[in-house]
């Protein structure tokens, strides 16, 4: 398994909606129906344990779906094909999130009496329901999963496509109802007709599980989850394959221990670490909602993408995030502004090279690069902002203050451009 590039589209899940309803047609998840289908079978025609095989066969088939949900979480497209131990504890805390909702929603029917309020409390759990379950797979922690404010930070974070998400679950339900109608009206009630209504919930229960696990692993960076993507065979350590580090620290964040997984990364990041782990650690501040920790992380963080590692894409969109989060976010050292403003200048990024350059002369008034950098400003004001009398204004100082420097010709060419109303083709960009 590779870790998630950060280039790589996941398709958005309505895209993915037809792979999702042919999901259970996999070999792995048929087989599956198959067994517990017979299972429930075998529970029809024995009176006195049969209701324990009944049970066995919908635990059963539960536990798969959970399966399914926490693989597609973490970037597996394809069900699992033994089943996960981990999921044991969570399937009772799946089944301890449904009974409470439910308990709560009878005891609102009990003490109100109301219909207002019970449709009400109805609409708003079914609403959530996904958002809890998504809660259980990412902490395994049942309470956390019955944390209104857990609903809607995981609904938040993920926006419109949560809702989208929850109309698709609708429509899964209703497929169902649909198929269930059919084999009832053709081939009426008994044995084997509870068995294909059986066989029926099983493949679409599957399919929305399937969907909600998609719908973390589509926004797996928002949610603060380690994706992974498939690769055609597994990998060794020494191949690309995880760190023990990030091995010890998944196994700590579905044990629902976010902290002592923060913790056990920052102490190795300070000695160095690998991209895969400062990735991780910054999935997890997230998670937690740590600006403080994010900004202190790109500090350090910028610098090793930017002359160890060379991602400088990567570099700059740490800055720009670090920027919308604190304008007055500035990396460690001087250099690096005009590094980053180059690379945002090189991508278009115009906001970004605002926001990081304002400054930069009162708090280095005599630093070489002071003329480059509000050069880039005035480019980002006018190509960006369109705010061609306030970058020409500023093209005009730098010209005085710095008649020699090397992008002197360049300065005056801007101002001819802004001045003469010309297009807004792309100049070189600076640095090139």
């Known amino acids: ?35 517990y289908s017979l299972l429930y079978l075998a529970g ?186 498939p690769s055609e065979s597994p990998q060794s350590p020494e191949a690309g394959g995880d760190s023990p580090l990030l091995q010890e620290v998944r196994a700590l964040v579905r044990d629902g221990q976010v902290d002592e997984a923060v913790q056990s990364l920052k102490q190795s990041l300070n000695q160095g670490g690998l991209p895969e782990e400062h990735d991780q650690y910054r999935r997890l501040l997230k998670l937690k909602e740590d600006e403080a920790g994010l900004l202190e992380h790109a500090r350090a963080y910028i610098p090793v993408l930017l002359y160890g590692l060379e991602q400088e894409k990567k570099a700059m969109n740490i800055a720009a995030e670090s920027l919308k989060q604190d304008p007055d976010f500035r990396p460690k050292e001087p250099k690096q502004v005009l590094d980053l403003a180059r690379v945002m200048d090189r991508f278009g990024d115009y906001e970004s090279i605002i926001r990081i350059t304002n400054g930069f002369a009162k708090q280095h008034p005599h630093h070489p690069d002071v003329a480059e950098n509000y050069y880039l400003a005035a480019k980002a004001l006018w190509f960006g902002r369109g705010k061609g009398q306030q970058a020409a204004g500023i093209l005009k100082q730098l010209r005085q203050r710095y008649p020699e ?28």
């Open 1 to 35: 398994m590779a870790l998630l590039d950060d280039e790589e589209r996941i398709p958005p899940v309505w895209e993915r909606l037809p792979r999702i309803f042919l999901y259970p047609l996999h070999s792995a998840c048929l087989v599956a129906l198959g067994l």
């Open 44 to 229: 029809m025609y024995f009176p006195l344990a049969g209701w324990l095989l009944v049970l066995l066969a919908y635990v059963g088939l539960y536990k798969f779906a959970a399966d399914c949900l926490e693989a597609t979480a973490y970037g597996q497209l394809t069900p699992p094909e033994t089943q996960s131990a981990s999921t044991s504890w969570m399937l009772l805390k799946l089944f301890g999130l449904l009974f409470v909702l439910y308990f709560t929603l009878g005891l609102v029917v009990a003490t109100t009496g109301s219909v207002f309020l019970t449709v009400i409390t109805g609409l708003v759990f079914a609403l959530c329901l996904p958002a809890a379950i998504m809660i259980v797979v990412m902490t395994n922690s049942l309470l956390n999963a019955l944390n209104p404010l857990g609903w809607m930070t995981v609904i938040t974070r993920i926006g419109w496509g949560y809702f989208i998400a929850v109309l698709l679950l609708a429509l899964l339900l209703l497929s169902q109802g649909v198929a269930e109608t059919l084999l009832v009206n053709l081939a009426g009630l008994g044995a084997m007709t509870a068995v294909g209504l059986f066989f029926i919930g099983g493949y679409f229960l599957i399919a929305s599980y399937h969907l909600m696990g998609y719908l973390i692993f589509e926004n797996h960076e928002a949610l603060g989850v380690d994706a992974r993507v």
């Open 405 to 432: 420097h090397p992008l002197a010709d360049d300065m005056k060419r801007l101002v001819e451009i802004i001045q003469g109303g010309g297009q807004l083709g792309r100049m070189k960009p600076s640095g090139a």
